[in-house]
Nanobody, 124 residues
């Protein structure tokens, strides 16, 4: 069975740093692209970042571009999202997702598997 286990959420202050991890199992991790989404209370799930298979290409939503890095470790079968200069509006449940393609995009419909989410709380 495919499993995506997101972790690393918690409380962070504005201006701080967060690092989320998503451990994958049950599929050929290095062949597929991965993505990160987030959902704040009462809002839709928004795409945050993506990384192609083998981690060669990364893409970011404008809201996090320039202060975020998405990467993948094909040995540990884990994808990471690092974010600095955290803002109040970054507070959300963060989800990782995987697609059966080597490149992924911004639409949730492009992804085939989803993790359970990890909560990020931001305080000033």
């Amino acid at each position: 069975d495919v499993q995506l286990q997101a972790s690393g959420g918690g409380s962070v202050q504005t201006g701080g740093f967060l690092r989320l991890s998503c451990a994958a199992s049950g599929f050929s991790f290095g062949k597929y692209a991965m993505g990160w989404f987030r959902q704040a209370p009462g809002k839709e799930r928004d795409w945050v970042a993506c990384v192609s298979s083998k981690g060669k290409i990364a893409c970011y939503a404008d809201s996090v571009k320039g202060r975020s890095t998405v990467s993948s470790d094909n040995v540990k079968n884990t994808v990471y999202l690092e974010m600095n200069s955290v803002k109040l509006e970054d507070a959300a449940v963060y989800f990782c997702a995987a697609t059966k393609h080597s490149l992924s995009g911004t639409s949730a419909f492009e992804y085939d598997w989803w993790g359970q989410g990890t909560q990020v709380t931001v305080s000033s």
